[in-house]
């Protein structure tokens, strides 16, 4: 279960998959200096998966698709060669680790007689609680992931080699484009399964978070819900989905960084099993490329706005 080779556009690696030698464990492609104030980052749809890591699962193959936003990546590589949007994907897959989930967000439950000896908080988030903390435990439809307990020293390996180098490496882009922009926006993309209709209203095909308000400026939000309405595609805002830890931990707007979630409908740009690209991921890239180029110049505006920007007001 790994992954298609890369070309050579790719500028730089980091972090290490622990039972995977010489695969990193993301990548990140963007120019130096940055085309526009947009970085996007795309913590879900890792398929760097090592045989060890398959070994311990119950049920690998509809696991791994059920925990990936599938192929999200691939719209992203789309998005940002079209755009010049600085990008930074995953490759360590969800089922090692989840990006989007702070350090403590760990089921104690999960690990061995000795971690589980020694005094532990109870989880403060539904994250852990219902199974989906910093290392998944359970899926509906399919229960409990694991065959074996894990061990403490496992999860550290995969904070210190992934978790933390991947944060860091997103906080130093994000502080490059805002020094150089005055306001930057870091677009967290993932995917959804198909969300049911209301009455009188189509499913949302994509869903914007900013949870509830904090984590970017109210013109962004603006800005995508009306590109999205131009494009025909219904959206929907924070529900289901308001974003997690990525928006938690980096967006900080009063210094100019803004944080947006941005959830793809898997069924817009897949095939009928969900598993492979489909007749509608061109369409779909279109949409979200012209978003971003939409949401760049909103920041730009933003930047000059507050007398923090020192470049030209265009995002070319």
Same mark, same amino acid.
């Given at each position: 279960?790994?992954?298609e080779?890369e070309n050579e ?5 980091? *972090? ?6 010489g ?19 795309v913590?879900h /749809? ?13 049920h690998?193959?509809?696991s791994? %698709? ?7 990546d ?5 998005? +940002? =060669? ?7 994907? #995953?490759?360590?897959?969800? +089922? ?15 690990f *061995? ?8 908080p @109870? ?21 409990e ?14 904070i210190? =080699? ?5 944060h ?9 484009h805002?020094?150089r922009?005055? #306001? ?19 499913? /949302? ?12 400026? *109210?013109?962004l939000?603006? /800005? ?17 989905y ?8 980096h967006? @900080? ?11 793809v @409908? ?12 489909? +007749? ?6 279109k949409? %979200? ?7 760049? =110049? ?18 070319e």
């Amino acid at each position: 279960m790994g992954d298609e080779a890369e070309n050579e556009s790719q500028l730089a690696i980091g *972090g290490r998959i622990p039972g995977a030698p010489g695969i990193a464990a993301f990548r990140t492609w963007g120019d130096e200096p940055s085309s526009l104030p947009v970085v996007i980052s795309v913590p879900h /749809a890792g398929r760097a998966y090592p045989r060890a890591l398959l070994r311990d699962m119950r049920h690998p193959e509809s696991s791994a %698709l059920k925990l990936e936003d599938r192929y999200v990546d691939r719209l992203a590589r789309v998005v +940002a =060669q079209d755009t010049g949007a600085a990008l930074l994907i #995953a490759q360590a897959p969800r +089922a090692m680790i989840d990006l989007n989930r702070a350090p403590e967000d760990v089921d104690w439950e999960m690990f *061995g007689r000795a971690a589980r000896s020694e005094p532990r908080p @109870d989880p403060a988030n539904r994250r852990a609680r219902t199974g989906l903390g910093l290392i998944p435990r359970r899926l509906p439809g399919i229960g409990e992931l694991w065959r074996r307990r894990h061990e403490e020293a496992e999860l550290a390996e995969r904070i210190t =080699q992934i978790h933390a180098p991947y944060h860091a490496r997103l906080s130093a882009m994000l502080k490059t484009h805002q020094e150089r922009w005055g #306001a930057v926006l870091l677009l967290d993309l993932h995917s959804m399964p198909p969300l049911v209709a209301r009455v009188g209203q189509p499913a /949302a095909e994509f869903v914007i978070g900013d949870r509830f308000g904090t984590t970017c400026h *109210g013109s962004l939000v603006g /800005a995508a819900f009306s590109h999205l309405a131009q494009a025909d595609r219904p959206a929907a805002h924070n529900r289901p989905y308001a974003g997690g830890y990525v928006l938690e931990r980096h967006a @900080d707007v009063r210094s100019g960084i803004h944080a947006m979630q941005v959830e793809v @409908d898997r069924s817009a740009y897949l095939d009928t099993r969900m598993a492979e690209p489909g +007749a509608g991921f061109d369409d779909v890239a279109k949409v %979200l490329t012209g978003m971003v180029r939409r949401l760049a =110049q909103s920041v730009l505006e933003l930047a000059a706005a507050s007398g923090e920007q020192s470049w030209p007001l265009a995002a070319e």
